[in-house]
């Protein structure tokens, strides 16, 4: 089992940005898909940007062209860049992996189901 932990989350206005980091015990850009969902009070977590083993990325519609989902210079981190923050971006942001892309054979890598581990969390709040 991957463990990982989230940091980065914070208050900001809205226009504003965050960089959110995923630091795992194990990850390698090359073997592992990994991800970034959000959720919203009473709203379902949903994927927010994927990146797979050969580094090709998904966004979210909502996300497109403001946010930006890359393996970190520090080993085994992943980061998420987010620019031009709404107030709708207001969540609590986990990271997720699928080591070796075993799920991401047989699952959409924008699914909850696509992803084995996860981390506790950061709260990220955009604010008018």
């Known amino acids: 089992q991957v463990k990982l932990v989230e940091s980065g989350g914070g208050s900001v206005q809205a226009g504003g940005s965050l960089r959110l980091s995923c630091v795992a015990s194990?990850?390698?850009?090359?073997?592992?898909?990994m991800a970034w969902f959000r959720q919203a009070p009473k709203k379902e977590r949903e994927a927010v940007a994927s990146?797979?083993?050969?580094?090709?990325?998904n966004y979210a519609e909502s996300v497109k062209g403001r946010f930006t989902v890359s393996p970190g210079n520090a080993k085994n981190t992943l980061y998420l860049q987010m620019n031009r923050l709404k107030v709708e971006d207001t969540a609590i942001y986990y990271c997720?992996?699928?080591?070796?892309?075993?799920?991401?054979?047989?699952?959409?890598?924008?699914?909850?189901?696509?992803?084995?581990?996860w981390g506790q969390g950061t709260q990220v709040t955009v604010s008018s």
């Open positions: 990146i797979d083993k050969e580094g090709y990325t």
């Open positions: 997720a992996a699928d080591p070796g892309c075993v799920l991401a054979a047989v699952v959409d890598r924008m699914h909850v189901m696509g992803y084995s581990d």
């Open positions: 194990e990850y390698t850009p090359s073997t592992d898909c």
